[in-house]
């Protein structure tokens, strides 16, 4: 690994998160919670499961079209993968692209961020590979001596977790990124396409119920890591396609009357077997704690929210289906 640059992001507490989330009228918690140990394995398991086209279709539509992404983004570029998780769909760039010189991965969890750019530092022993860790929701900023001359920047953010974002923040994402990488830069974008509501329905609620366990490994977590009150049978797991939004929505929602309690420090036990130290969450029968949204898209749909940032979409590539698309930006 040529350089490691921590930025210290905050990984946010999650009892300040939870406390101040379950406070809202629509009860609610980041999706940046899912990813403990068990989460991180189950969102990979997710990706394997039959219903869960978008990571399969990606890969696919990535080897299809490759002759005419290479040609697009040029040789002897720089990539930048914003958010670098598992590292399949990068190794397929690399392997593809001409004369890569520099990959920089960033990732919130250092942990896991250091174990995969070390494995492509082995893989690619002529490649200058070096890690940031950062959260892509704020401005991202590496000094010239980390990477040294580099002839041109390519932004990597595949799998639609552009989706994950509010459309104003997705803007402001992207023209983040463009500050970040620099005027002659360009940027790879994945984005899963508006689709038969059938087919985006069951992609998050797969037959083999991975993506429901994924769901509920957060009550887990408030119950092992918080010591919540919390009877994980009154909660399921409900995802659907809100299509007036134009976004799937992920929620537990109680199927009883119930409640979720939260310790504080402190406080004496009194007669009903509650702390005052403690934080007591009803939910009546059919509330629910919304855990995630993932947006869809359209071609137009994308090139209006890039026409608000400082890029413009120079190519767009998707597969047979029109299920999921690759778009690569270039700076205007």
């Known amino acids: 690994l040529t350089h490691f640059l921590d930025l210290n992001p905050s990984l946010g507490d999650f009892k300040t998160d939870l406390l101040e989330g379950l406070s809202k009228p629509q009860k609610q918690l980041s999706p940046k919670y899912f990813y403990d140990e068990t989460g991180s394995q189950l969102f990979f398991d997710i990706t394997q499961t039959k219903d869960y086209y978008p990571t399969r279709t990606e890969l696919s539509l990535m080897r299809k079209n490759m002759p005419q992404i290479k040609a697009a983004v040029g040789p002897e570029v720089a990539i930048f993968e914003y958010g670098s998780?598992?590292?399949?769909?990068?190794?397929?760039?690399?392997?593809?692209?001409?004369?890569?010189?520099?990959?920089?991965?960033?990732?919130?969890?250092?942990?896991?961020?250091?174990?995969?750019?070390?494995?492509?530092a082995?893989?690619?022993?002529?490649?200058?590979?070096?890690?940031?860790?950062?959260?892509?929701?704020?401005?991202?900023?590496?000094p010239v001596s980390f990477h040294g001359e580099v002839k041109k920047w390519t932004g990597y953010f595949p799998g639609?977790?552009?989706?994950?974002?509010?459309?104003?923040?997705?803007?402001?994402?992207?023209?983040r990124a463009s500050d970040s990488l620099g005027s002659d830069a360009q940027f790879l974008l994945g984005f899963d396409l508006i689709k038969d509501e059938k087919i985006l329905n069951a992609a998050y609620?797969?037959?083999?119920?991975?993506?429901?366990?994924?769901?509920?490994?957060?009550?887990?977590?408030?119950?092992?890591?918080?010591?919540a009150k919390v009877t994980l049978d009154d909660f399921v797991?409900?995802?659907?396609?809100?299509?007036?939004?134009?976004?799937?929505?992920?929620?537990?929602?109680?199927?009883?009357?119930?409640?979720?309690?939260?310790?504080?420090?402190?406080?004496?036990?009194?007669?009903?077997?509650?702390?005052?130290?403690?934080?007591?969450?009803?939910?009546?029968?059919?509330?629910?704690?919304?855990?995630?949204f993932s947006y869809k898209y359209t071609r137009e749909i994308m090139e209006e929210m890039v026409a608000r940032t400082p890029w413009r979409m120079s190519h767009f590539w998707t597969d047979e289906n029109n299920w999921f698309a690759l778009c690569l930006l270039c700076n205007k």
């Open 237 to 292: 797991h409900d995802a659907f396609y809100n299509r007036a939004e134009g976004r799937i929505e992920m929620h537990l929602r109680a199927i009883k009357n119930t409640e979720i309690v939260i310790p504080q420090k402190g406080g004496a036990i009194g007669k009903a077997g509650m702390s005052d130290g403690e934080k007591q969450f009803s939910f009546a029968a059919g509330e629910s704690l919304h855990t995630e």
């Open 160 to 175: 639609s977790t552009i989706g994950n974002f509010p459309a104003g923040a997705a803007t402001q994402f992207l023209t």
């Open 205 to 227: 609620n797969d037959g083999e119920g991975v993506t429901a366990a994924f769901n509920l490994n957060l009550l887990k977590r408030m119950q092992t890591e918080l010591g």
């Open 122 to 142: 082995r893989e690619y022993p002529d490649l200058s590979v070096s890690a940031v860790c950062a959260d892509f929701n704020h401005p991202i900023e590496f």
């Open 85 to 120: 998780g598992a590292s399949e769909k990068i190794k397929l760039l690399l392997q593809s692209l001409e004369n890569v010189k520099t990959y920089v991965a960033m990732d919130i969890s250092r942990d896991y961020l250091l174990e995969s750019a070390q494995t492509i």
